[in-house]
């Protein structure tokens, strides 16, 4: 890299992180009513929080607590310890199947944003125990963590949830195309195909 796309790079990456929180704090704001009822309706629907708080690993290695509306049962793993979320998972609420189907339950992601621990477009947060599993398995892993972990992301558009590790390999190669080119126009774009396939519009 040279001296000049490193200095771009930088700057880029300042210019981000402002429109990243500008642009959750908006967001946040118009999913309020929205949040508000998905939250009163997660609490009459079945016992235990509304929000769901799990350690995820972020830029760095640093940790912190990515924020979700609850789609499982409460305590889901404690039989199980940290396991995938599977197709047909038992320990899915039927209001979860809803949420997980529209991605409403990432909306609180948007307070993670704010916070900085994370970005609206990036490689996707994983659990530390499955980040130290990777790390040993899979050359090149760590290079994902040079960035903030987005919201949504290039392996997010164009790869499924992972089911194997073989699955996680083929999505760090989309991690690593997208911190190669990340720039504004590359984010833009990741957002609209997020968009195409939340609404069903390039859904799978």
Not at 156 to 174: G, I, N
Request: overall charge positive.
């Amino acid at each position: 890299m040279t001296l000049a796309s490193l200095v771009f790079r930088q700057r880029f990456v300042l210019v981000k992180d402002g429109l990243d929180r500008l642009l959750a704090l908006c967001g946040l704001l118009i999913f309020l009513p929205l949040l508000a009822l998905l939250a009163a309706l997660i609490k009459l629907s079945s016992p235990g929080p509304v929000f769901f708080i799990q350690q995820r690993v972020g830029r760095r290695g640093s940790r912190f607590g990515i924020i979700k509306l609850r789609t499982m049962v409460a305590d889901a793993e404690r039989a199980t310890g940290p396991i995938w979320a599977q197709q047909n998972d038992p320990r899915i609420t039927p209001l979860g199947r809803f949420l997980r189907a529209t991605h409403f339950d990432e909306v609180p992601q948007l307070i993670n944003v704010i916070r900085g621990d994370m970005s609206l477009v990036g490689p996707r947060p994983e659990r530390p125990v499955f980040v130290e599993q990777f790390l040993r398995e899979i050359p090149n892993y760590g290079e994902r963590l040079r960035v903030k972990p987005g919201i949504t992301g290039l392996a997010q558009v164009y790869h499924h949830y992972d089911a194997t590790v073989r699955d996680v390999k083929r999505k760090l190669a989309f991690d690593l195309l997208y911190i190669k080119r990340m720039c504004l126009m590359v984010d833009i774009a990741i957002l609209f195909l997020t968009l195409r396939r939340v609404t069903g519009k390039g859904a799978r």
